[in-house]
């Protein structure tokens, strides 16, 4: 794990996040682990600027608690709603969305996953470039 924060950062950076479920450079910090009875765990993700996850679902839902920066959420078939720091977004079970940074700013959240059956989320394809690109600069 990495040890640097820069002097905004509430945690540290974390480890690099898997190419797989990213597309640019993300940060994951977990803080959390999946607790004894196995229902949550807790993480930070550091979102360079364009940097998004893949669409994906989580079978027991997620909290995101927004920390710095600007990004987005979008469920799919939804506008994509612009997030700042203070803002929370609760993710129902099975719903496909994806979340990242702007193009002009580094995004932080705090994630808080709940888990079923052991399974957190269920990766699918990537956000293009063509619908990334088409979402309003801000």
């Known amino acids: 794990m990495s040890t640097t924060a820069t002097t905004n950062d509430i945690f540290v950076q974390g480890d690099k996040g898997p190419a797989d479920y990213f597309n640019g450079t993300a940060w994951v910090n977990i803080l959390v682990p999946k607790d004894e009875t196995g229902s949550y765990s807790v993480g930070n993700v550091v979102f360079e600027p364009k940097t998004r996850n893949n669409w994906h679902t989580h079978p027991a839902g997620q909290i995101l608690l927004i920390t710095e920066g600007k990004g987005y959420y979008q469920e799919r078939g939804q506008a994509a709603r612009l997030l700042a720091k203070?803002?929370?977004v609760v993710i129902p079970c099975k719903v496909e969305h994806w979340h990242g940074?702007?193009?002009d700013s580094?995004?932080?959240?705090?994630v808080i996953t709940n888990m079923k059956d052991g399974t957190a989320?269920?990766?699918?394809?990537?956000?293009?470039?063509?619908?990334?690109?088409?979402?309003?600069?801000?």
């Open 121 to 138: 989320a269920t990766w699918l394809e990537p956000v293009t470039d063509q619908h990334y690109d088409a979402l309003p600069i801000r």
């Open 86 to 88: 203070g803002d929370v």
């Open 106 to 110: 580094k995004f932080v959240h705090v």
């Open 101 to 103: 940074a702007t193009k």
